[in-house]
């Protein structure tokens, strides 16, 4: 079975940091674009982070340009996102995705197996 399962998840407060994990199962990582999305409370879905399948092509969004580090394991078949500096605007609930082989950047239509997402909250 095809799944993405994310884990990490939480509230913290501002200026803390978070790390969200993402296991796939049923496919290979490594022959994937992946990328972390996240929807904000009545906000369209947004990428946050991606990276092609050989890793040489990245995209962050602006604002979480020096605070989000996206990487992948090969190895262990996932893909994490290390969360530094957050504020109240990075609450979300915030989804990975695959992508094909070639780096199409980080448009949510150009990646079709997304996980069930999970909610991070940020407040004082």
């Known amino acids: 079975q095809v799944q993405l399962v994310e884990s990490g998840g939480g509230s913290v407060q501002p200026g803390g940091s978070l790390r969200l994990s993402c296991a796939a199962s049923?496919?290979?990582?490594?022959?994937?674009?992946i990328g972390w999305f996240r929807q904000a409370l009545g906000k369209a879905r947004e990428g946050v982070a991606c990276?092609?399948?050989?890793?040489?092509?990245?995209y962050y969004q602006d604002s979480v340009k020096g605070r989000f580090a996206i990487s992948r394991d090969n190895a262990k078949n996932t893909v994490s996102l290390q969360m530094n500096g957050l504020k109240p605007e990075d609450t979300a609930v915030y989804y990975c995705?695959?992508?094909?082989?070639?780096?199409?950047?980080?448009?949510?239509?150009?990646?079709?197996?997304w996980g069930q997402g999970t909610q991070v909250t940020i407040s004082s």
């Open positions: 049923g496919f290979t990582l490594r022959e994937h674009s």
């Open positions: 990276m092609s399948s050989g890793g040489s092509f990245t």
């Open positions: 995705a695959t992508g094909g082989v070639n780096w199409n950047g980080c448009a949510s239509r150009r990646y079709d197996q």
